[in-house]
């Protein structure tokens, strides 16, 4: 991975110096000895500070490499192994955690801490400018799968992604008597069966290789919706006065586009409700402020009236004014709530208590945080497992993308590549563009604030022949960011791992 932010082109931009004084004088006439009138303005202590482009990764890999490999799979992952060292655990049968940054220490805990955690922080220690191997395995064998979850997060200035990588190795290695009678075998049995065969193997063609967006970060590709039937949903919101500005912009923007994917693109039948809590002037504390439709235009000039002016936030209210109009889903709907806050629960009813009763009726609850949420109340509310379920953006600019993350997961994740080792890492190598915020049809750049996973699985087929036996691969992963202001249309290659970008925005003007 290569962070070198070099071909950024900060270095070259020249700062302005500071403006000097400005001065007007004139000069009286009459008699006698009289003074020159003076002013004197100035615009002093100017600085300028070049902005920072950080790009951190965390992950979360593990091997399905059967069962009663403990000992042997962690020796490769010691600290006289060749992978990066960590103590292995053998999470479920034959699957096993050979990696972690950073590491939790308590099960199924790393998906929720990526989601809700601010890892830009300087005292939050990720993969920065460090190569970590994360797949050193032996003995592979037909039916073993390996999946490496990566956590991007992108500090200070929203950017640019591209996921790249290469195939260094493809090493036919030996052909035994098996391999060498197998279809499909490029190499025959020598004289020297033990010895050294010169050429590629088939291997990197023979394994399979998904790569997809990771929406919810739990490094499981999930294609669809729980029950492929059409969606029953209330978008529940916080209108306190905190929620006022940006915040709000963005709020709204990012349920529009929310309720735009479920009614174009979900199954059809599927409907949309909207519910302020908070608010100032309302009778209760919250309200229904359009009842389930179907109907897109409506829906949005609903979301669009969002004020922020309340003086209370009262969570549950608004999941029981929601959970009162999705008791009119149909059967064959699945009743969802997504709700927004950036605060405590501070009036009305208890959150958890309002959210306990919309789940117990069949509701599936999302909840999604920014600002000053508690994620303890976020958890509260949502439906298990939290890390599944709960959302944040540390930042106002990225809660737009952080509704385009949510709505993935409702609809289903979608795939960045598909097919075989070889072909994932020659399509790697010229560099696949990341989409910001899948949710819209133009390619956006990723924001600060907010994490986003990008999910890379492999599997070595259980029909896989004889002709990959001794076979190995080895392979680089990496990403690359560029800034996104001054750089609409970013002209990057790539050479392997190794990017060069030649775009019009890092010369400056």
């Known amino acids: 991975m290569d962070n070198n932010n070099d071909n950024l082109g900060l ?8 403006l000097g004084a400005v001065g007007v004088a004139s000069a009286g006439a009459g008699l006698g000895t009289t003074a020159y009138f003076s002013d004197e303005e100035s615009f002093a202590n100017n600085t300028l500070t070049a902005g920072e482009l950080d790009l951190k990764l965390d992950y979360r890999a593990t091997y399905a490499g059967g069962t009663g490999r403990i000992d042997e799979i962690n020796g490769w992952y010691s600290d006289s192994g060749p992978g990066e060292p960590f103590d292995v655990v053998e999470e479920e049968e034959g699957v096993y955690l050979i990696g972690e940054v950073p590491s939790i220490n308590e099960a199924d805990a790393w998906e929720e801490e990526v989601q809700t955690r601010d890892f830009c922080l300087p005292e939050v220690d990720l993969v920065n400018g460090d190569d970590i191997p994360v797949f050193v395995l032996e003995d592979v064998k037909p039916g073993d799968c390996g999946e490496v979850t990566v956590s991007l997060h992108i500090c200070d200035n929203p950017s640019w992604v591209w996921m790249n990588g290469e195939l260094t190795a493809n090493d036919e290695n030996t052909v035994s008597e098996p391999e060498a009678g197998a279809d499909g075998e490029g190499n025959a049995l020598g004289d020297d069966s033990d010895g050294p065969i010169s050429g590629e193997g088939e291997l990197a ?28 949903v209330q978008i529940v919101l916080d209108a306190s006065g905190s929620m006022s500005g940006n915040r709000n912009t963005q709020a709204i923007n ?13 199954p059809a039948g599927s409907r949309v409700g909207v519910t302020f809590f908070s608010a100032s002037g309302y009778d209760q504390s919250a309200q229904v402020i359009q009842t389930l ?16 002016n309340g003086s209370n936030t009262a969570i549950g209210e608004g999941i029981e004014a929601a959970q009162s109009d999705l008791e009119n889903c149909d059967d064959d709907e699945s009743p969802t709530m997504i709700v927004l806050t950036d605060g405590d629960n501070n ?23 920014v600002g000053g949420a508690q994620v303890s109340t976020l958890n509260a509310i949502s ?26 997961t409702l609809l289903g994740e979608s795939i960045i590549f598909e097919g075989s080792l070889l072909d994932a890492m020659t399509a790697l190598e010229e560099g696949i563009a990341l989409d910001g915020n899948r949710a819209t049809e133009a390619r956006e750049p990723f924001d600060g604030g907010l994490t986003q996973c990008v999910g890379f699985e492999w599997c070595l087929p259980t029909d896989v022949g004889n002709e990959v036996q ?17 750089n609409d249309d970013p002209q990057v290659t790539f050479n392997g791992t190794q990017a060069n970008s030649t775009s ?4 400056s003007q």
Not at 11 to 18: D, M, N, Q, T, V
Not at 293 to 308: G, K, N, Q, Y
Not at 354 to 366: C, E, L, V
């Open 11 to 18: 270095s070259r931009r020249k700062l302005l110096a500071g």
């Open 205 to 232: 063609d023979a394994i399979d290789v998904t790569m997809w967006y990771d929406e919810n970060c739990n490094n499981v590709y999930e294609p669809g919706g729980e029950t492929g039937g059409p969606l029953c």
């Open 254 to 266: 990012g349920a529009k586009t929310l309720a735009e994917s479920i009614l174009q693109d979900s």
């Open 293 to 308: 439709t179907d109907d897109l235009d409506d829906v949005l000039d609903a979301i669009d009236t969002l004020p922020a």
């Open 347 to 369: 009036a009305g009813t208890n959150p958890g208590v309002a959210a306990d009763g919309a789940k117990a009726d069949g509701t599936t609850i999302y909840a999604l945080g």
């Open 383 to 408: 439906s298990d497992p939290d890390e599944e379920y709960v959302f944040f953006a540390s930042d106002d600019d990225a809660l737009e993308q952080a509704f385009g993350l949510l709505g993935e």
């Open 470 to 486: 001794t076979d190995s691969v080895a392979f680089d992963l990496g990403f690359y960011a560029e800034q996104f202001r001054h």
């Open 504 to 507: 019009t925005g890092n010369v």
